[in-house]
C-alpha cells in the first residue's frame, strides 16, 4: 500500500532553515509528480510547492517563493523541501502529498501523516 | 492568482440531511477541481476529482458538480463520519489553490 513519511521537522529560530524528507514507497515514485502542502494547527489547508515526476518542473506559492526549494531523488524514492530563511508564519504541520495521476494536472491521492515546524526564538 | 471561495464557512446539520457546500473561483478553472474532506485530527481525504468524479471507495453518497467558477460538493445523506471540515482546490493554474474550508458539525 501507499506509504508517505514524512520527517524532519522541529522547533528552530526565524531566519534558521530547516530540511524535510518525504519517504515514499508502495507506488512507483518516479512515476508522479509530489507536492507539499502546510497547514497551521487549527486552520486551512494552503498548497505550498510541486515537483514534476523527473524533477525538472518546479512550481511555488507566493509565500515560500525564493525561500523554500523541492527536490527529488528518484533513486531513494524520497521527496525533499528545503526551508531557508524561515518565518514565524512557516509555522505549520507539513503535508508531503502524491499526485494521482501522471498528467500534467492532478488532484492528490495520497497524504502523509505530517510533520510539524514550528518557528521560534 | 486564482482565488477559492467556499461557502458557508460553517454548516450545522443532522444525520440523514442533505447538504451542499459551493466553492467559486475568481476566474474559470473548467473542471479542475477537487474535494477533500478532513476529519478532526486526520488527514485531508479525496472525494471528488474534476469536479464531478467520485474518487475510488468514496460512498456514493458524494457527488460533484459545476464547471468554469462554480462548484458543488453534495452529500446526499450525511452519516457520522461525514462530520469534517471540507476543501475545495483548483488544479487549473500555478499556484494551486484551496478553499478557506467548510465545517460541518452536528446540530
Known amino acids: 500500500q501507499v506509504q508517505l513519511v514524512e520527517s524532519g521537522g522541529g522547533v528552530v529560530q526565524p531566519g534558521r532553515s530547516l530540511r524535510l524528507t518525504c519517504a515514499a514507497s508502495?507506488?512507483?515514485?518516479?512515476?508522479?509528480?509530489m507536492q507539499w502542502v502546510r497547514q497551521t494547527p487549527g486552520k486551512g489547508l494552503e498548497w505550498v510547492t510541486v515537483i514534476s515526476f523527473e524533477g525538472r518542473d518546479k512550481y511555488y506559492a507566493d509565500s515560500v517563493r525564493g525561500r523554500f526549494t523541492i527536490s527529488r531523488d528518484n533513486s531513494k524514492d524520497t521527496l525533499y523541501l528545503q526551508m531557508n530563511s524561515l518565518r514565524h508564519e512557516d509555522t505549520a504541520i507539513y503535508y508531503c502529498?502524491?499526485?494521482?495521476?501522471?498528467?500534467?494536472?492532478?488532484?492528490?491521492?495520497?497524504w502523509g501523516q505530517g510533520t510539524l515546524v514550528t518557528v521560534s526564538s | 492568482d486564482i482565488q477559492m471561495t467556499q461557502s458557508p464557512s460553517t454548516l450545522s446539520a443532522s444525520v440523514g440531511d442533505r447538504v451542499t457546500i459551493t466553492c467559486r473561483a475568481s476566474?474559470?478553472?473548467?473542471?479542475?477541481l477537487a474535494w477533500y474532506r478532513q476529519k478532526p485530527g486526520k488527514v485531508p481525504q479525496a472525494l471528488i476529482y474534476k469536479a464531478s468524479n467520485l474518487e475510488s471507495e468514496v460512498p456514493s453518497r458524494f457527488s460533484g458538480s459545476g464547471s468554469g467558477t462554480e462548484f458543488t460538493l453534495t452529500i446526499s445523506s450525511l452519516q457520522p463520519d461525514d462530520f469534517a471540515t471540507y476543501y475545495c482546490?483548483?488544479?487549473?493554474?500555478?499556484?494551486?489553490?484551496f478553499g478557506g474550508g467548510t465545517r460541518v458539525e452536528i446540530k
Open positions: 502529498a502524491k499526485w494521482a495521476e501522471t498528467a500534467a494536472r492532478s488532484h492528490v491521492d495520497y
Open positions: 476566474q474559470s478553472i473548467s473542471t479542475w
Open positions: 482546490q483548483q488544479y487549473n493554474s500555478y499556484p494551486l489553490t
Open positions: 508502495g507506488f512507483t515514485f518516479g512515476d508522479y509528480a
